[in-house]
């Protein structure tokens, strides 16, 4: 399968501190890219969905100035948390597609903002 | 459909055995569906994937069932081994070729030595 990385695996930050996620497609062109936040023994809730080269369409929820979504090419996607809280601890999954249906994903990020 | 449960299904199978875990989706539209496997701490790994137009797909030691009727999604899996342990998703795509995936709750598969 199609292989995404994602980094850093792990995180941890002061409270009111900025961190950003990187995901990038290793050997494919993703078109679009997913952002997933999963906290522990729940499901993927999807954050939201970026295209390269436009603006990322946030879930309802989201707040679009708390996590910026960048989709600078079509190999690269990142996600930063600004102004972190601890409310935002969580583990934080990207996933690519090209234009075939199925998403990869990568490792996740498991940020702990202390 | 849209997952929010709090606790995952637990299924507990002997090692050698086969499993089957079932999934409800919500939305007749769906006509995509995959099966994905989450090991602790890791982002989930597509295990095999099925469209609409079909009622069953097998792959290597994993078949997807797929029920349009009552929209019931199964994945069983075969000889089950101690590295089968893992929460397993169903997603499924609202349209073809729509970008997003819907999770369902998941279950959580240990292999019992």
């Known amino acids: 399968g199609a292989v995404v990385s994602q980094h850093p695996s792990r995180v941890i930050c002061k409270s009111g501190t900025s961190v950003k996620i990187e995901c990038r497609s290793l050997?494919?062109?993703?078109?679009?890219m997913f952002w997933y936040r999963q906290f522990p023994k729940q499901s993927l809730m999807l954050m939201a969905t970026?295209?390269?080269?436009?603006?990322?369409?946030?879930e309802q929820g989201v707040e679009k100035d708390k996590f910026l979504i960048n989709h600078a090419s079509l190999t690269l996607s990142t996600l930063t948390v600004t102004s972190a809280h601890p409310e935002d601890s969580s583990f934080y999954i990207c996933?690519?597609?090209?234009?075939?249906?199925?998403?990869?994903f990568g490792q996740g990020t498991r940020l702990t903002v202390v | 459909g849209e997952s929010v449960g709090l606790h995952l299904p637990t299924l507990s199978v002997q090692e050698g055995d086969n499993s089957i875990i079932n999934c409800a989706y919500s939305?007749?539209?769906?006509?995509?569906f995959i099966w994905y496997k989450q090991e602790s701490g890791k982002g989930p790994q597509f295990i095999i994937d099925?469209?609409?137009?079909?009622d069953k797909r097998q792959g290597q030691r994993v078949t997807v069932l797929l029920n349009k009727t009552v929209k019931h999604l199964s994945l069983q899996i075969a000889a089950t081994q101690p590295g089968d342990s893992a929460v397993y998703f169903c997603?499924?795509?609202?349209?073809?070729?729509?970008?997003?995936?819907?999770f369902g709750t998941g279950t959580r598969l240990t292999i019992i030595p």
């Open positions: 997603a499924e795509n609202w349209s073809f070729g729509n970008e997003k995936l819907t």
């Open positions: 939305n007749s539209a769906s006509d995509y």
């Open positions: 050997d494919f062109q993703a078109t679009t």
């Open positions: 099925i469209r609409s137009n079909m």
């Open positions: 970026s295209n390269e080269g436009s603006k990322a369409t946030y």
């Open positions: 996933s690519a597609r090209d234009y075939k249906p199925e998403a990869f």
